[in-house]
């Protein structure tokens, strides 16, 4: 009989576990608050528990593992990143039965952010990501995702005040994890992280964010539209072959009457999409949504080939923006120096095995 992850599971779903097993319920309250709250990696950590319980729960469950294979830290200590390896999940990676996937965490001074990963590679394979170049090996459970958190959480000894779902991956395409995982962090017997403070990004898959409008969460949604028009966006974007410009903000405007605005974010690529006519028909596109601009200086992929716009040229196009009411911010520049683009240290991860 297949072992139960408790590391994937829901409160409710712990609580069932223990109760097939001829336990109280209120015994799966504590095996969730050890996981999800502070963070155990082993059964035996369970001291509340009794050492003939710890058994019997070691013999029918198991805590799936993630380990910190890697850390990079920026020169000016903002910024690291983090390669993590993800065991015994049946799929073959250079060789191994394990994947790796990556997380950065950046500070600021309202605290730390963590940006994760919500698949190992991605399908989506936009033309300026490193991530996509090896496809999509498969999705993280909703442990495994929560799991990036909890490890670099505790390697920091700091609680993580916001988490970004932006790493690697799409996540709306492993949506029953991903809405898993965020009521997990949000759970009060977890780490009861608010939903204001998760933000979800996505390249644009507009059945799902119908579908997540539905969930009537308080997340923030983040939507890379990167480009004003269908002609430019479907050279880069593949997804943006099957849905268009107009349909993506359709659907934007029905997640935005939950309240929350949209982030639409949009990185500067050099001589693609950051021209002032661009800047003008990016203006007339999102005029009426609840929404604000995010300027991303490029992260340069060698070989992907696409260049960072000019600092001046951002400029300009922010200003075109502001000078039309749109609500505009611009990314600080983190980690250039340790390859924080999404995908790039997984790409050189042969140095980092173990």
């Known amino acids: 009989m297949e072992k139960f992850d408790l590391r994937s599971a829901s409160l409710q779903e712990i609580c069932a576990f223990m109760e097939n097993i001829g336990e109280k319920r209120f015994r799966g309250e504590q095996v969730f608050e050890w996981i999800n709250e502070k963070f155990v990696d082993d059964i035996d950590e369970m001291t509340n528990l009794s050492q003939a319980l710890r058994a019997k729960v070691a013999q029918h469950g198991y805590i799936s593992q993630v380990d910190i294979a890697h850390v990079q830290t920026s020169d000016d200590g903002s910024t690291k990143k983090f390669l993590l390896k993800m065991q015994n999940c049946g799929i073959i990676e250079n060789g191994q039965g394990i994947v790796f996937v990556e997380a950065v965490l950046m500070e600021y001074r309202h605290g730390l952010?963590?940006?994760?990963?919500?698949?190992?590679?991605?399908?989506?394979?936009?033309?300026?990501?490193?991530?996509?170049?090896?496809?999509?090996?498969?999705?993280?459970?909703?442990?495994?995702i929560a799991a990036q958190l909890y490890k670099i959480s505790k390697a920091q000894g700091?609680?993580?005040?916001?988490?970004?779902?932006?790493?690697?991956?799409?996540?709306?395409?492993?949506?029953?994890?991903?809405?898993?995982?965020?009521?997990?962090v949000n759970h009060p017997k977890g780490i009861n992280l608010g939903q204001r403070h998760i933000t979800l990004s996505t390249s644009g898959l507009v059945n799902k964010i119908y579908k997540l409008a539905g969930e009537n969460l308080q997340i923030n949604l983040a939507v890379s539209l990167h480009v004003p028009n269908d002609q430019i966006?479907?050279?880069?974007?593949?997804?943006?072959?099957?849905?268009?410009?107009d349909e993506l903000l359709d659907a934007c405007k029905e997640y935005s009457k939950n309240g929350r605005r949209i982030t639409f974010e949009y990185i500067m690529l050099d001589g693609v999409n950051d021209s002032k006519s661009n800047a003008v028909e990016l203006c007339k596109r999102v005029k009426g949504i609840n929404c604000h601009v995010n300027l991303i200086p490029a992260n340069e992929v060698p070989e992907k080939g696409y260049k960072k716009s000019k600092p001046q040229k951002i400029m300009e196009f922010r200003q075109i923006l502001e000078a039309s009411g749109v609500l505009v911010t611009q990314r600080r520049e983190l980690g250039s120096d340790i390859s924080a683009a999404c995908g790039q240290l997984r790409n050189e991860q042969n140095k980092y095995q173990t």
Not at 162 to 183: A, Q, S, T, W
């Open 158 to 184: 700091r609680r993580i005040s916001n988490i970004v779902l932006m790493g690697m991956g799409e996540p709306l395409d492993n949506y029953d994890n991903v809405i898993k995982f965020i009521h997990m």
């Open 113 to 144: 952010s963590l940006c994760i990963s919500s698949q190992a590679g991605c399908r989506m394979g936009c033309d300026f990501c490193a991530t996509g170049t090896s496809g999509l090996l498969r999705n993280l459970t909703a442990g495994e």
């Open 233 to 245: 966006r479907r050279r880069i974007m593949p997804i943006a072959r099957k849905y268009s410009i």
